[in-house]
T-cell receptor, first 114, second 110 residues
Framework: NAGVTQTPKFRILKIGQSMTLQCAQD?????MYWYRQDPGMGLKLIYY???????DKGEVPNGYNVSRSTTEYFPLRLELAAPSQTSVYFC?????????????FGEGSWLTVV | DQQVKQNSPSLSVQEGRISILNCDYT??????FLWYKKYPAEGPTFLIS?????DKNEDGRFTVFLNKSAKHLSLHIVPSQPGDSAVYFC?????????FGQGTELSVKP
């Protein structure tokens, strides 16, 4: 009963390095999302996808890229990591757009950029 | 531009009493409002939601009230239990996107 799975759980990056946060869901959900949570703040939407091959920007997309080649996977790419990208990242998925109670979150990925 | 605001970063309540968590929003076009609960080192989990056309939704110990004229919603937990201690996020939904508040950390003391 996996749900939404994120890897890695923890990562330390040096400034200027690149990395990809992996996200997979096994619920056949069309909609997938990446959020980040900074200390004392709510979750901010980075990118989302309404289906394979379709992605769109959220509130804070700068410094990130995504792809959605299949329904199951929605990786988040950080190019040229900066200290401002130190955060906790949550991937989520949902079946429908209309009722938020179907949005399921992964356990989070803690990223530190030094 | 904070569209969803939770102005109380923390709340402490005695076990058995009522917990009231508040949330304000600015955009009258939101379709749904939701509350999520988050424990440390875990992802948020859905708690309860309310459609923008309703003013109250109840689920066991949890009730959400929506005041559209004031653009305000609240979550009532009665009776509060120590296991309710967590961070509670208010969120507003439009077009499949969730906009979150900053969160309120609830501490229920035995």
């Amino acid at each position: 009963n996996a749900g939404v799975t994120q890897t890695p759980k923890f990562r330390i990056l040096k400034i200027g390095q690149s990395m990809t946060l992996q996200c997979a869901q096994d619920m056949n959900h069309n909609y997938m999302y990446w959020y980040r949570q900074d200390p004392g703040m709510g979750l901010k939407l980075i990118y989302y996808s309404v289906g394979a091959g379709i992605t769109d920007k959220g509130e804070v997309p700068n410094g990130y890229n995504v792809s959605r080649s299949t329904t199951e996977y929605f990786p988040l790419r950080l190019e040229l990591a900066a200290p401002s990208q130190t955060s906790v990242y949550f991937c989520a998925s949902s079946y429908s757009l209309n009722s938020g109670n179907t949005i399921y979150f992964g356990e989070g990925s803690w990223l530190t950029v030094v | 531009d904070q569209q969803v605001k939770q102005n109380s970063p923390s709340l402490s309540v005695q076990e058995g009493r009522i917990s009231i968590l508040n949330c304000d929003y600015t955009n009258s076009m939101f379709d749904y409002f939701l509350w999520y609960k988050k424990y440390p080192a875990e992802g948020p989990t859905f708690l309860i939601s309310i459609s923008s056309i309703k003013d109250k939704n109840e689920d066991g110990r949890f009730t959400v009230f929506l005041n559209k004229s004031a653009k305000h919603l609240s979550l009532h937990i009665v009776p509060s239990q120590p296991g309710d201690s967590a961070v509670y996020f208010c969120a507003a939904q439009r077009g499949g996107k969730l906009i979150f508040g900053q969160g309120t950390e609830l501490s229920v003391k035995p």
